[in-house]
T-cell receptor
Framework: AQRVTQPEKLLSVFKGAPVELKCNYS??????LFWYVQYSRQRLQLLLR??SRESIKGFTADLNKGETSFHLKKPFAQEEDSAMYYC?????????FGQGTRLTINP | ETGVTQTPRHLVMGMTNKKSLKCEQH?????MYWYKQSAKKPLELMFV???????ENNSVPSRFSPECPNSSHLFLHLHTLQPEDSALYLC??????????????FGNGTRLTVT
């Protein structure tokens, strides 16, 4: 069965500092991986997906198949990055979410 | 209106009541989902409809009954709920459930409180 672990429930960094939100997954096949974000008073929305190899709002995520990780990174955090971040793994069809990490960027 | 719209935004109901949650999407998608979001738990998939056919029922108690009359509308009928069913219920849609990598578009959710 698919499982997603986000080990940090809360993460606080200063503006301008690097950010890394951790995500580890378990799935026996080749999964599709996503990061979703929920800003204050907004709906949950897609941030980026592995299949697109994209950088959104300065964030990137690299799939490490050996470590089964898909950590989300940004070199210089901005205050508007404060939000709830969810890692998600899709196996054959079903999308499974992690518990989420609340990121707070301090001025 | 575009996107995924859920009504009502808030709902308080007693354990003997019957109520329904509504979801509507204007994205031309063919898959629709119900998720439950509780404090201290990850998002839990409840039901999936793909091209109006139910393709997933994630061991959800029968007091939750979904209905998908067409690809744009999804309902969740509620009856004899328990206090532990209090949560945020999120509706989502995607292009096609069987298409891997297809992102979900979420509604704002219905905050349900069972008294």
């Amino acid at each position: 069965a698919q499982r997603v672990t986000q080990p940090e429930k809360l993460l606080s960094v200063f503006k301008g500092a690097p950010v890394e939100l951790k995500c580890n997954y378990s799935y026996s096949g080749s999964p599709e991986l996503f990061w979703y974000v929920q800003y204050s008073r907004q709906r949950l929305q897609l941030l980026l997906r592995h299949i697109s190899r994209e950088s959104i709002k300065g964030f990137t995520a690299d799939l490490n198949k050996g470590e089964t990780s898909f950590h989300l990174k940004k070199p210089f955090a901005q205050e508007e990055d404060s939000a709830m971040y969810y890692c998600a793994v899709q196996g054959a069809q079903k999308l499974v979410f992690g518990q989420g990490t609340r990121l707070t960027i301090n001025p | 209106e575009t996107g995924v719209t859920q009504t009502p935004r808030h709902l308080v109901m007693g354990m003997t009541n019957k109520k329904s949650l509504k979801c509507e999407q204007h994205l031309g998608h063919n898959a629709m989902y119900w998720y439950k979001q509780s404090a201290k738990k990850p998002l839990e998939l409840m039901f999936v409809y793909n091209f109006k056919e139910q393709t997933e029922n994630n061991s959800v108690p029968s007091r939750f009954s979904p209905e998908c009359p067409n690809s744009s509308h999804l309902f969740l009928h509620l009856h004899t709920l328990q206090p532990e069913d209090s949560a945020l219920y999120l509706c989502a849609s995607s292009q096609d459930y069987s298409r891997r990598g297809s992102p979900l578009h979420f509604g704002n959710g219905t905050r349900l409180t069972v008294t």
